[in-house]
């Protein structure tokens, strides 16, 4: 029974029933994400990436990236830690989406301001349509998180080579 303001104990009741339910299911889908971000970490980890740091040696425009005394600054400043949840980040907010108003200018390259944004275009992961040439990522669509973690892998990879 229903009085002006006043919700009666059997609705009440069910509508916590449905809230533990739908808390229990969310658990589950994050528990689900979490083991398929996993298992994506891992594919992506065996894919060998020698082959297309070899073809981006072999661009005079990529191969003339470098880090600078202020980038390893950066880096040694925030750790590798920092460094990769910023790289997941901005790939997520400036490549991920299907339609970038801006593509092919987001990427500042200037040094000393994200290390990263030198390691995008050192790798050919600075725009859709580098992506699309380098990686064969095509254009029109969001990333999936394989995808985002790749990109994320490559440009890490060239981060600690420069480094050492």
């Not at 470098?66 to 950066?74: I, T």
């Not at 920092?82 to 490549?95: M, P």
Request: proline letters at 5%.
């Amino acid at each position: 029974m229903r009085r002006a303001g006043i919700i009666s104990p059997p609705f009440l009741s069910y509508a916590i029933v449905c809230k533990r339910n739908l808390s229990k299911r969310m658990r589950q889908l994050e528990l689900f994400q979490d083991s398929q971000e996993e298992e994506e970490r891992r594919e992506v980890g065996a894919i060998d990436l020698n082959p297309l740091f070899e073809r981006l040696a072999k661009s005079k425009f990529r191969s003339s990236f470098y880090l600078n005394a202020k980038d390893k600054a950066y880096i040694q400043e925030k750790g590798w830690e920092k460094i990769e949840q910023g790289t997941r980040e901005t790939i997520a907010r400036r490549l991920a989406p299907a339609d970038i108003a801006n593509d092919g200018k987001q990427t500042p390259m200037r040094h000393g301001i994200f290390p990263p944004f030198i390691a995008q275009h050192a790798t050919g992961c600075c725009c859709r349509g580098c992506l699309e040439k380098w990686h064969g990522i095509p254009k029109g669509r969001s990333l999936t998180m394989k995808e985002q973690l790749y990109i994320t892998r490559v440009i890490m990879e060239w981060l600690r080579r420069q480094w050492e």
